[in-house]
C-alpha cells in the first residue's frame, strides 16, 4: 500500500497559517495583559520578556500539537482496517534530526542571550547579592529602603533618613529605589508584585534589588519562601506616592519613631544576631 | 528458541502456626517497635553529659528520635531476614545466590515477605508505591479542601504546612522509585537477558528501605509535624520539632534505597547482558533506566550527606547551616539542590522511556531515532549536573552567575526536544492504535509540552523573577511530573499489569480513567499558571480574595482527579479480585522479549534466551530507503 | 467470590478507619476559643497571662505560652483563639509572669497601633521599654497592633515556675485596640522565646496554642 | 536462580559464570562513585563556609584538633588500604595481608575516638569546627562497614582452604577480594583528601 498524500506539506501549511494567526493574537491580545505590568521599568521589562517568550513559544508548542493532533486523527488504525498491517520500517531521518537540532538549538542561544541582555540592562528586579552587576540609577539620587525580614513580618529602614524603622512601606514615584533585602531570622523572601521585585532576605546577608518607579500606585507585598507557621500571613501592601507625599510621610514618620529610633542598632546592611540556642 | 513450560508442582503449603514463626512482616514489626525503644533509651542515656545542647522539649530529645529510628528500622529489616546473609558472611559461607521458589506460591503471603524474585518484588514496589501515592494524593485533596477559602478554615496553619510537606516528600520521596521500582526491576532483566538482577537481596532490601521510610515519615504527626515543605530549607527546619527528624529519617531512608537501587540496576545493565546484547541493541526503556541510574547512584549521596549535616545540627550541636556559627543557610540550598534538580529528571527520564518503548507498538513502526533517543535522555542527564542554581535565580547567590545557569538550564531544552522529535517521528504515519496505554503516552506528549514550555519562562532570569516561588512554579513541576511522570506510571501498569499479574484490565474502565484524568489534571493545574501570575505564592494557607473564584475552580477539578483515581482503584480490584480474568500472553502484539514469555510467567522467566536481531524495534513493512540497519549478529549462547 | 468481597470490604473499612485517623488528628489538634467579655461604654475586656512554661499536663509542658483568665487571675485557660466584636475597642488586661529575654528586632519593643498610642505598665503610662527588658510582644500584624511585654525581674522572690501562676510575682500591663471589619487575624510574638530551639523561634513560637493565635472578628 | 540447577522440573542452562564474577568489581567502582560524591558534599562545605567567611566565624576560639592523631589515622588508613590492595595481587599472602589491614583499621578507628575525647571544642564553635566533625565522623563511621567487608572476604578465604572449590566458585571469591580491596583503597585515597583540607590546608 502506498500513501501519497503530501502529508508533511499539508502540515506544513497548516502550522504556518495558525501559527501566524494564533501567534498575532498571543502577542497582540494576551501578552499586553503579561504580569506583573506596567508600574515600574523592571516591571515592564519582565512583560517584555514573558511576550517574547510567550510568542516564540507559541509556534513551537503549536508545531508539536498539530503534528501529534494530524498524527493521531489520520494515521489513526480504524475499526474495519487489516489488524496485521504494519506501519512503514522508516528509523529516521538524518536532515530531519539535523535541522530540528539548529533551530532548536538556535532558539536557545537566542532566549539564553535575550535573557541575559534583559537581565544585565536594569536588574530585572530580582535579588543581585550584595555587589550588583547591574547598578541603576545616578547613585546620588538613588532612595536606598532597608527591607528587614523577620517571622513574620517586614519592616523597612530607611538610611537616608535618620534610619528611622518603620511597619509601613512608601517610596516616591519616578525614583530609583535600591531595596536592601536581609533577614533576622530565617530565609524569606520579599516579593513585591507590581513593582515586579522578589529578592531573597537570607540571614545575614545582604541582597540588593532595584527597581525605577513610574507613576504613583498601590502595590502587594508577599512573602515568597516558606518561612514557618505564619508564611501565608506574611503579606503587606505598599505605596508609590508622589514626591512632595513622600517627603511628608518621611518627615512624619521620622518624627512618630524618633524616641525609639536610638534604641534600635545602628544601621548596617546585615544584622547578625547570635543564633541563641539556650537549654530550657 | 524459548520452549514452552512445563507444568511444576506447587510447594506445599505450612499451616499457620509455622508461617508466623520465623523472618515475615509480623516478627519484623515487633522488632521494629523493639529497635525503635532500644534506640530511644539508648538516646536518652548519651545526650546528657557529653552533648551540651538539645531540644528542652519534655520527653524526647532530637538524639532519642533519631536513634529511635535507626534502632527500629535495623529491627525491621533483622525481622525480615535482611540480617540473616550479613552474618553468614561474616561467619565465612562463601557468596551465593538465594533461592526464589516462592514465586509459585499461591496466594498473597509471598508478598509480605523477603522476597528475591525480580517479579515478586516488582509487584511489591508496585503495591507499596501505590499506597503511598495514594495517601499522597488524599494529602493533596486535603490542601485543595483549605483552599476553597482565602483564609483559614479547615486546618490550622501548623496542620496545613504539614499537610503540604507530607503531600511533596511523598511524591517526591516515594515517587522516585515510581518507575524504575515496579517496571525496570521487572523487566530490564528480562529485556537484556537474564533470570535475575546482579543483587537479588539488595533489590529486595531498597524495597524494604522505601517502605520504612514511608512509614517513618508519617510518625511525623505524632511528633508535631514539620511546617517546611518538602525542600526542609535550613535554618527554618532546624527551629522544627521532632517532627522534622522524621522528615531526616525519611529522606534518608529513601535516598538509600534509592542509590542502591540505581547501582543495581547499573550493574545489572552492564555486567549481565545476554550475549549479542549489544549496547546499541538495548530497548530505550533500558537507556532510560540507564541514564536514571546515573543520577541515582551520583546525586543522591549528596541528599545523604546534606541530611546527615542537618542531623548534626539538630543533634551534636555542629552549626553547618547556622549563620551566626560559621554556618550558612545558602550551604543547605545550594547542596539541597544539587540533589534536587537531578532528582526532577530521575522522576522525568523514566518517562521518557516509557512513551518511546510504548510507541513503536502502538504505531506499529520501529523507533524513529533510536540513537537520537538515547542522546536526548543522556545529554538530560548530564546536563542536570550544572543546572541548580536556576533555583536561586532570586536569592542573590552568585548573582553573576545567573546568565550562565540561564543558558545551561534552556539547553536542557534541547535533549528534551529530542524526545519530542523520536515521539513525532514515531507517529509519523504509524498505524496508530488507540490503546489505554497509548492514550496515556499521548498525555504525556502534551501534559509535558507545557510542562517544558513553562520551564523556559522560570528558566529566563526576568521572567522568572515573578514567577519563582509562586503558583506558576507549582503548577509547571506538577505538569511535568505530575503529567509526566504519573501519566507514564499509569501507561506502564496499563501496558505491563497485565504480564506481571497475568489478569486483564477492564479497556473500557481505562479509558475512563484516562479521559477523566487528563481532563481534571489540566483544568486544575492550567488555572495555577494564571493565579501564580496574579501573584499567589506557594505554600500559603491564605490567599487575596479577588483569586478565590479560580481557586475554588481549581479544587473542584482536583477533586475530579481523585475520582478518576478512584475509577482506577476499582479497576485494579475488579480485575484483580473480582473477575481474574486470566490475560493473553501478548494482546499488544509487542515483539518486546517480555511479552514472549507465556502468562502466567514461569519463576524461571525463560529457559534460553531467544536470538537476538540487530534491531529491538522489528515492527513495520520495509521501505525502499531503508539504511543504517546495524549488522546482524550471531545468536545467543 | 464472597470470601473476596468480604476481604475487600474488610480492607475498605480498614483504609477509612486510617484515613479518618489521619483527619481526625489534624482537626482534634485546634486549641479552643474565649470570647471577651463585655465592658463599659460598649467595650470588650479581654484578660491574658503570658506563663514561662505551661500547665504540667499540657502536651508540652515545658513551652512557654498565653493563657486565658480573668480579672482575678484565677480560672486559667488554655485558649489562644480570641473572639471580639467588629468596629469595637477591646481592653487587654495581661499580667505578665514570664522573665525578659531580649528582642531581636528593636523595633518591636514600642507599642504600635495601640489606642492612644502607649500602654500601661504596672500602672504607669509608656510608650516603649528597654529592648532587653522585653519578654514577649502581643502583636496583631494586620490589625497594625504591636505591644511589648515587659518580663518580671531575673532576681525575682517568687517567679513562677508552670500555669496556674497563681500567687508569683508578675507585671500588669493594659492597653486597648480597636478593631476594624470582620474577619479571621492572627496574633503572635516577636520575641525569640522559644527557648531551646534555633533562635528562639521555634517550638512554642510556630505552634498555634502558645504563643501563637487567632484573633476572630466577628 | 542457582548458577546452574532447577526449579521444579525444568532443567535451566547454566548461568555464564560472568554474571557472577563481574557485578562485584563494576558495583564496587560504581559504589566508589557515590561515595565520592557523599564527601563531596562536605568538601563543598569547606570550601563554601571557608569562602563566605564575611562574620570572620570559620574559626571561633580556640580550635585546634590533635594534628598528631590526625596524622597517624590517616596513615594507618593508608597503610592498611595499600597492604590490602597489595594482597589482593599476591593470593599466598591475601589472608595475612588481610589481618593486618583489619587490625590498622580498628586502630584507626580508635585514634578516631580517642581523638573526639581529646577535643575542647564543639559544634559550635564557627564552620571549621562544623566540618570537622561532621567529615572526619561520617568518614571514621563509613570505615567500619569496609572492615567489616574485608572480615567477610577472610572467613570465606579461610573456609574455603577446608574444602574443595571448583574453579568457577575460586574466581567468584577472587572477585569480591578484588571489590573490597579497591574500595578499600579508594577509601584510603578520600581519607587522604579529608586530611589534607581538614589539617593541612
Known amino acids: 500500500m502506498q500513501d501519497n498524500t503530501p502529508h508533511f506539506r499539508r502540515l506544513a501549511l497548516l502550522w504556518v497559517v495558525s501559527s501566524i494567526v494564533l501567534t498575532a493574537i498571543v502577542v497582540f491580545v494576551l501578552a499586553p495583559g503579561m504580569p506583573p505590568g506596567n508600574g515600574t521599568v523592571q516591571a515592564s521589562g519582565q512583560v517584555v520578556d514573558n511576550t517574547v517568550l510567550l510568542g516564540l513559544s507559541t509556534p513551537v508548542a503549536l508545531g508539536v500539537l498539530l503534528c501529534l493532533g494530524y498524527c493521531l486523527i489520520v494515521f489513526r488504525e480504524r475499526p474495519g482496517d487489516d489488524p496485521h498491517l504494519e506501519g512503514p520500517a522508516i528509523r529516521g531521518n538524518s536532515s530531519i534530526q539535523m535541522w530540528w537540532l539548529v533551530v532548536t538549538t538556535t532558539l536557545v542561544l537566542f532566549l539564553a542571550a535575550f535573557g541575559s541582555i534583559e537581565l544585565l540592562k536594569d536588574g530585572a528586579g530580582g535579588g543581585q547579592g550584595p555587589n550588583p552587576l547591574s547598578v541603576v540609577g545616578n547613585p546620588k539620587s538613588t532612595l536606598q529602603v532597608q527591607v528587614i525580614a523577620q517571622q513574620w513580618q517586614f519592616t523597612y529602614r530607611y538610611p537616608q533618613y535618620g534610619g528611622f524603622e518603620t511597619n509601613k512601606l512608601e517610596i516616591p514615584a519616578n525614583t530609583t529605589v535600591e531595596f536592601h533585602v536581609t533577614s533576622l531570622d530565617v530565609i524569606h523572601s520579599f516579593w513585591a508584585y507590581q513593582l515586579g521585585v522578589k529578592a531573597d532576605a537570607n540571614p545575614g546577608q545582604d541582597n540588593i534589588a532595584y527597581v525605577q518607579t513610574k507613576a504613583p500606585m498601590n502595590f502587594a507585598v508577599h512573602c515568597a519562601e516558606l518561612c514557618g507557621v505564619w508564611h501565608g500571613y506574611m503579606f503587606d501592601s505598599g505605596k508609590v506616592v508622589p514626591k512632595t507625599e513622600f517627603a511628608s510621610w518621611v518627615t512624619q514618620q521620622r518624627k512618630y519613631f524618633s524616641p525609639e529610633t536610638h534604641l534600635l542598632t545602628p544601621y548596617r546592611h546585615t544584622y547578625f544576631p547570635a543564633p541563641q540556642r539556650r537549654g530550657g | 528458541m524459548m520452549t514452552t513450560a512445563t507444568a511444576m508442582p506447587l510447594p506445599a503449603r505450612k499451616p499457620l502456626g509455622q508461617r508466623l514463626l520465623g523472618f515475615n512482616l509480623l516478627t519484623a514489626l515487633i522488632l521494629a517497635v523493639v529497635g525503635y525503644w532500644i534506640g530511644h533509651l539508648i538516646g536518652g542515656a548519651v545526650h546528657a553529659p557529653s552533648i551540651k545542647y538539645y531540644s528542652t522539649e519534655a520527653g524526647y530529645n532530637d538524639i532519642s528520635v533519631f536513634l529511635g529510628y535507626l534502632g527500629g528500622v535495623i529491627g525491621f529489616l533483622t525481622g525480615l531476614g535482611f540480617a540473616n546473609y550479613p552474618v553468614r558472611r561474616m561467619l565465612g559461607h562463601p557468596p551465593d545466590l538465594p533461592g526464589h521458589a516462592e514465586v509459585n506460591e499461591p496466594g498473597l503471603w509471598k508478598y509480605l515477605r523477603l522476597s528475591t524474585d525480580h517479579k515478586v518484588v516488582s509487584l511489591q514496589y508496585l503495591a507499596g508505591i501505590g499506597i503511598f501515592f495514594f495517601v499522597g494524593g488524599l494529602n493533596a485533596m486535603l490542601i485543595r479542601t483549605e483552599l476553597l477559602s482565602p483564609t483559614t478554615h479547615v486546618f490550622g496553619p501548623n496542620q496545613y504546612l504539614t499537610l503540604v510537606g507530607l503531600h511533596g516528600s511523598m511524591m517526591m520521596g516515594m515517587m522516585t522509585s515510581g518507575i524504575l521500582g515496579p517496571f525496570a526491576n521487572w523487566v530490564v532483566p528480562t529485556m537484556i537477558g537474564t533470570r535475575r538482577m546482579a543483587f537479588p537481596r539488595l533489590e529486595a532490601l531498597t524495597f524494604w528501605l522505601l517502605m520504612s521510610a514511608g512509614v517513618v515519615l508519617i510518625t511525623t504527626i505524632f511528633f508535631g509535624g514539620f511546617q517546611t515543605g518538602w525542600t526542609g530549607y535550613e535554618p527554618l527546619s532546624d527551629q522544627g520539632t521532632a517532627g522534622f527528624d522524621a522528615y531526616v529519617g525519611f529522606f534518608a531512608l529513601v535516598g538509600m534505597s534509592m542509590t542502591l537501587l540505581g547501582l543495581n540496576l547499573m550493574v545489572t545493565i552492564i555486567t549481565m547482558r545476554a550475549p549479542g546484547m549489544t549496547w546499541s541493541r538495548l530497548p530505550i526503556f533500558v537507556w532510560a533506566v540507564f541514564a536514571t541510574c546515573v543520577l541515582m547512584v551520583i546525586a543522591t549521596p549528596m541528599l545523604i550527606a546534606v541530611l546527615l549535616m542537618g542531623a548534626m545540627d539538630r543533634t551534636v550541636q555542629t552549626a553547618f547551616f547556622e549563620p551566626g556559627n560559621g554556618g550558612s543557610a545558602q550551604l543547605y540550598q545550594n547542596l539541597f539542590w544539587f540533589f534536587g534538580h537531578p532528582e526532577v529528571y530521575i522522576l522525568a527520564i523514566p518517562g521518557f522511556g516509557i512513551v518511546l518503548e510504548l510507541l513503536p507498538v502502538f504505531t506499529r513502526k520501529p523507533l524513529w531515532g533510536y540513537r537520537t533517543g538515547i542522546a536526548g535522555m543522556l545529554g538530560v542527564a548530564l546536563l542536570s549536573f550544572f543546572v541548580w542554581q536556576h533555583h536561586l535565580f532570586v536569592s542573590g547567590i552568585n548573582a553573576d552567575l545567573r546568565p550562565f545557569y540561564m543558558l545551561s538550564t534552556e539547553m536542557i531544552s534541547l535533549p528534551t526536544g529530542f524526545t519530542f522529535l523520536c515521539v513525532m517521528g514515531t507517529l509519523w504515519r504509524g498505524r496508530i492504535r488507540l490503546t489505554v496505554p497509548m492514550l496515556f503516552c499521548m498525555g504525556w506528549a502534551f501534559n509535558f509540552l507545557f510542562g517544558g514550555i513553562s520551564g523556559v519562562f522560570l528558566s529566563d532570569v526576568p521572567s522568572d523573577v515573578t514567577t519563582h516561588g509562586s503558583f506558576f512554579s507549582m503548577a509547571h513541576f506538577h505538569y511535568t511530573i505530575m503529567g509526566g511522570l504519573v501519566f507514564t506510571f499509569f501507561a506502564a501498569i496499563y501496558y505491563w499489569g497485565p504480564k506481571m499479574t497475568g489478569l486483564k484490565f477492564s479497556e473500557r474502565l481505562g479509558k475512563w480513567h484516562f479521559w477523566l484524568l487528563f481532563i481534571a489534571f489540566n483544568s486544575t493545574f492550567g488555572p495555577l499558571f494564571a493565579l501564580g501570575f496574579m501573584g499567589m505564592p506557594r505554600r500559603v494557607v491564605t490567599y487575596p480574595l479577588n483569586l478565590q473564584g479560580l481557586n475554588v475552580w481549581v479544587s473542584i477539578s482536583a477533586y475530579f482527579i481523585a475520582i478518576s483515581m478512584l475509577i482506577f482503584l476499582w479497576n485494579v480490584v475488579q480485575s484483580l479480585v473480582f473477575k481474574r480474568e486470566p490475560a493473553e500472553a501478548n494482546p499488544w502484539q509487542s515483539k518486546s522479549a517480555e511479552w514472549q514469555l507465556p502468562t502466567p510467567v514461569p519463576a524461571y522467566d525463560f529457559i534460553e534466551w531467544p536470538d537476538i536481531g540487530p534491531d529491538p524495534y522489528p515492527y513495520g513493512e520495509p521501505v525502499e530507503d531503508y539504511s543504517g540497519a546495524p549488522a546482524p549478529v550471531g545468536g545467543a549462547a | 467470590m464472597k470470601q473476596r468481597a468480604l476481604a475487600v470490604t474488610i480492607g475498605l473499612t480498614a483504609v477509612v478507619v486510617v484515613i479518618g485517623l489521619y483527619i481526625g488528628l489534624y482537626l482534634t489538634a485546634q486549641p479552643g476559643s474565649a470570647t471577651a467579655s463585655p465592658s463599659a461604654g460598649g467595650a470588650v475586656q479581654l484578660y491574658l497571662a503570658t506563663v514561662p512554661a505551661a500547665a504540667t499536663n499540657d502536651p508540652h509542658p515545658t513551652w512557654v505560652s498565653y493563657y486565658v483568665t480573668n480579672s482575678q487571675r484565677q480560672d486559667w485557660q488554655h485558649k489562644t483563639t480570641f473572639v471580639v466584636p467588629a468596629n469595637t475597642t477591646v481592653h487587654v488586661t495581661l499580667f505578665q509572669y514570664d522573665s525578659a529575654t531580649g528582642l531581636r528586632n528593636e523595633f518591636f519593643s514600642q507599642a504600635i497601633g495601640t489606642t492612644g498610642g502607649g500602654f500601661t505598665l504596672n500602672g504607669k503610662a509608656v510608650r516603649a521599654i528597654p529592648p532587653a527588658n522585653a519578654s514577649h510582644v502581643f502583636a496583631i500584624p494586620a490589625l497594625g497592633v504591636s505591644v511589648p511585654l515587659a518580663g518580671v525581674a531575673g532576681n525575682a522572690k517568687n517567679p513562677c515556675s508552670n500555669a496556674p501562676c497563681t500567687g508569683a510575682d508578675y507585671n500588669t500591663i493594659t492597653f486597648s485596640f480597636r478593631t476594624g471589619a470582620k474577619g479571621l487575624f492572627r496574633w503572635q510574638c516577636f520575641v525569640p522565646c522559644g527557648a531551646g530551639y534555633v533562635q528562639g523561634f521555634g517550638g512554642p513560637m510556630q505552634t498555634v496554642g502558645y504563643m501563637d493565635g487567632f484573633i476572630k472578628v466577628v | ?201
Not at chain 4, 129 to 146: D, M, N
Not at chain 4, 177 to 197: C, H, L, N, P, R
Open chain 4, 1 to 201: 536462580m542457582s548458577v546452574e540447577g532447577a526449579i521444579g522440573e525444568v532443567r535451566l542452562p547454566p548461568e555464564p559464570v560472568t554474571h557472577r564474577t563481574r557485578p562485584p568489581g563494576v558495583a564496587t567502582r560504581l559504589w566508589c562513585g557515590s561515595v565520592t560524591f557523599f564527601f563531596a558534599s562536605f568538601l563543598f562545605a569547606y570550601v563554601f563556609l571557608r569562602s563566605l567567611d564575611v562574620h570572620k566565624d570559620w574559626v571561633i576560639g580556640h580550635v585546634e584538633p590533635s594534628g598528631g592523631l590526625g596524622v597517624t589515622v590517616m596513615a594507618l588508613m593508608v597503610l592498611s588500604g595499600i597492604i590490602w590492595r597489595i594482597g589482593h595481587f599476591r593470593p599466598v599472602d591475601t589472608i595475612a595481608t588481610g589481618v593486618v589491614a583489619i587490625v590498622l583499621g580498628i586502630v584507626a578507628v580508635a585514634l578516631q575516638i580517642l581523638q573526639y575525647t581529646t577535643i575542647d571544642f564543639g559544634g559550635a564553635s564557627g564552620a571549621y569546627a562544623s566540618v570537622f566533625i561532621g567529615w572526619t565522623s561520617t568518614y571514621i563511621l563509613g570505615a567500619i562497614p569496609g572492615l567489616y567487608w574485608i572480615e567477610t572476604q577472610l572467613a570465606t578465604l579461610v573456609r574455603a582452604r577446608k574444602r574443595e572449590v571448583s574453579e568457577a566458585d575460586q574466581a567468584v571469591l577472587r572477585a569480591g577480594v578484588e571489590a573490597s580491596s579497591f574500595f578499600w583503597a579508594y577509601y584510603a585515597a578520600i581519607g587522604v583528601v579529608t586530611f589534607i583540607f581538614l589539617y593541612v590546608i
